[in-house]
């Protein structure tokens, strides 16, 4: 069973930058597709920003200026750095790592918390 786990949360001022870092212990196959999504309280989770395998991003509206995301293949990581963060960007961030072909799986972290004050 693969272990992800994400790192680099944390309390920034509005205007502030954070790096987030995700872990998966285990095997993980070419084609999939990893990526960050975020849950504020009392919100649905919704998806921050996705890279495959391959290298192709794709972007929530709200994130696609601000926000970069990267993935290291050779071991396993997922990276996000985020730019001039605002309070909106407060939530529980998740990583994710999924692959729709044989063997399929779909692996969550447990979240790192964001909190952006004014």
């Known amino acids: 069973q693969v272990q992800v786990m994400e790192s680099g949360g944390g309390w920034v001022q509005s205007g502030g930058s954070l790096r987030l870092s995700c872990a998966a212990s285990?095997?993980?196959?070419?084609?999939?597709?990893s990526g960050w999504y975020r849950q504020a309280p009392g919100k649905q989770r919704e998806m921050v920003a996705t890279?495959?395998?391959?290298?192709?991003?794709n972007y929530a509206d709200s994130t696609r200026d601000r926000f970069t995301i990267s993935r290291d293949n050779r071991k396993n990581m997922v990276y996000l750095q985020m730019n001039n963060l605002k309070p909106e960007d407060s939530a529980i961030y998740y990583c994710?790592?999924?692959?729709?072909?044989?063997?399929?799986?779909?692996?969550w972290g447990q979240g790192t918390q964001v909190t952006v004050s004014l």
């Open positions: 994710n790592f999924k692959r729709l072909m044989t063997p399929t799986y779909d692996y």
């Open positions: 285990g095997r993980i196959f070419s084609g999939d597709r």
């Open positions: 890279v495959t395998s391959g290298g192709t991003t």
